[in-house]
């Protein structure tokens, strides 16, 4: 089953933007779905948006539309969230998570086909002048 | 405020079985799957329980799910010490077209 591989730690200043990324091994794209999930120190776990790459379908939340940017780049089975104009409250750890299509239409345009089953090991993201 | 609500915390002693509730709307956990993770301390959240009930086969069969209405709880037989960790239950919200969780249970094995 597909592994989910992010990239490494990175600390950024006010203002600035972050590019992580999140590659599939041991499998593809097809009929998957990427979500990107955030945890701030000592929180709980926050959905900020996701993808469905074979169509590259995106879907962000409300709260972070218009400050991050979700890709896929089929050819290296790797997607990646940008977040822009970070703030310190932006610290946090990013996960991505994702999942199978399920049913008898797969792959399918509609987030909801998809499961949540498989996480990164999570990137650290440090907002800090 | 979490959209999911989930109780702060649980306790229960070696052997036990403990349950932990996640309380949603129609809009969520009514209409949609629940899943439920594991998160132990400093790591990636795992996942335990997806659409309801259904168990991973890597998943010991001391954990299970169960659904009523837009409530869900996930029981732990056979409480361990490694059982310490933080849960989180997840669904999807029609309403605001995305996941949603509950704001993680932190079980203490005594």
């Known amino acids: 089953q597909v592994q989910l591989v992010q990239s490494g730690a990175e600390v950024k200043k006010p203002g600035s933007s972050v590019k992580v990324s999140c590659r599939a091994s041991?499998?593809?794209?097809?009929?998957?779905?990427i979500n990107w999930v955030r945890q701030a120190p000592g929180q709980e776990l926050e959905w900020m948006g996701g993808?469905?790459?074979?169509?590259?379908?995106?879907r962000y939340a409300q709260k972070f539309q218009g400050r991050i940017t979700i890709t896929a780049d089929e050819s290296t089975t790797t997607v990646y969230m940008e977040v822009s104009s970070l703030r310190s409250d932006d610290t946090a750890v990013f996960y991505c998570?994702?999942?199978?299509?399920?049913?008898?239409?797969?792959?399918?345009?509609?987030?909801?086909?998809?499961?949540?089953?498989?996480w990164g090991q999570g990137t650290t993201v440090i907002v800090s002048s | 405020q979490s959209v999911l609500t989930q109780p702060p915390s649980a306790s229960g002693t070696p052997g036990q079985r403990v349950t932990i509730s996640c309380s949603g709307t129609?809009?969520?956990?009514?209409?949609?799957?629940v899943y439920w993770f594991q998160q132990l301390p400093g790591t990636a959240p795992e996942l335990l329980i997806h659409?309801?009930?259904q168990r991973p086969s890597r998943i010991p069969d001391r954990f299970s799910g169960s659904k009523s209405g837009s409530s869900s709880s996930l029981a732990i037989s056979d409480l361990r010490s490694e059982d310490e960790a933080y849960y989180y239950c997840?669904?999807?919200?029609?309403?605001?077209?995305?996941?949603?969780f509950g704001g993680g249970t932190k079980l203490t094995v005594l």
């Open positions: 998570t994702g999942g199978y299509c399920y049913g008898d239409s797969c792959p399918t345009y509609d987030f909801n086909d998809y499961d949540m089953d498989i």
């Open positions: 041991r499998g593809t794209f097809s009929s998957f779905a």
């Open positions: 993808i469905i790459p074979i169509f590259e379908t995106t």
């Open positions: 129609s809009s969520n956990i009514g209409n949609n799957y």
């Open positions: 659409r309801d009930t």
């Open positions: 997840a669904s999807r919200d029609d309403r605001l077209s995305g996941w949603v």
